[in-house]
């Protein structure tokens, strides 16, 4: 079974500029979650889609959005972008109630 | 709110086992994770713990969860070089699967 697939792996943008990452689950999972991941925060809960809707979203103002298309796959944007947002973005897949929760490799995000 | 915490740093011989430990805040917690994460890469699934559980062993990998002092830990036996990493201590949000606290993480350094 393919893993959590990420793309794009990498990217660079300037600030100001928006950005789109993209996130296919394992075959067969409905959740899909996203974590921003910095050298000085560590990981935070950006957002958590589950069947289209989002369930749970962190503490992220309101540049980073997100979605879930009916085939589960999701997407994140970041509007506006800040020196700040350079980062890991992570996206974790999970089937319903196992507790299993499994991650992609990333997509590493540097703003110029 | 909630919190996780562990040592930064642990170095051990080759062959040793190797303990990592964690404690969290949120006794309302459905389950406990470690995630291991090499250089450049996503997070790796090690196991996780349901919180009614005590103890799960999983081949060289073993958690104990003593729920009463919230204190998680990750013994690995016999540890190997590859097992160089980032180990991350995270603990679910109750009524949330996708939504995960993470410690700061522990660099274990395997030395030959």
């Known amino acids: 079974k393919a893993g959590v697939t990420q793309t794009p792996r990498y990217l660079i943008k300037t600030r100001g500029q928006q950005v789109t990452l993209s996130c296919s689950p394992i075959?067969?999972?409905?959740?899909v979650s996203w974590y921003q991941q910095t050298p000085g925060q560590g990981l935070q809960f950006l957002f958590e889609?589950?069947?289209?809707?989002?369930?749970n979203k962190g503490n992220f103002p309101g540049r980073f959005s997100g979605r879930q298309f009916s085939n589960s796959r999701s997407e994140m944007n970041v509007s506006t972008l800040e020196l700040g947002d350079s980062a890991l973005y992570l996206c974790?897949?999970?089937?319903?109630?196992?507790?299993?929760?499994?991650f992609g490799e990333g997509s590493r995000l540097t703003v110029l | 709110g909630e919190d996780v915490e562990q040592s930064l740093f642990l170095s051990v011989r080759e062959g040793d086992s190797s303990v990592i430990n964690c404690t969290y805040t949120d006794s309302s917690s459905t389950y406990l994770y470690w995630y291991k994460q090499e250089p450049g890469a996503g997070l790796q699934l090690l196991t996780y713990i349901f919180s009614n559980m005590d103890m799960k062993q999983d081949q060289r990998l073993t958690v104990l969860l003593n729920k009463k002092d919230k204190h998680l830990s990750l013994r690995i036996a016999d540890t190997q070089t590859g097992d160089s990493a980032i180990y991350f201590c995270a603990e679910s949000i109750a009524g949330s699967q996708g939504n995960l606290i993470f410690g700061k993480g522990t660099k274990l350094s395997v030395k030959p």
């Open positions: 974790a897949s999970s089937p319903q109630n196992t507790g299993e929760l499994f």
């Open positions: 075959s067969g999972h409905r959740s």
């Open positions: 889609y589950f069947s289209e809707t989002q369930r």
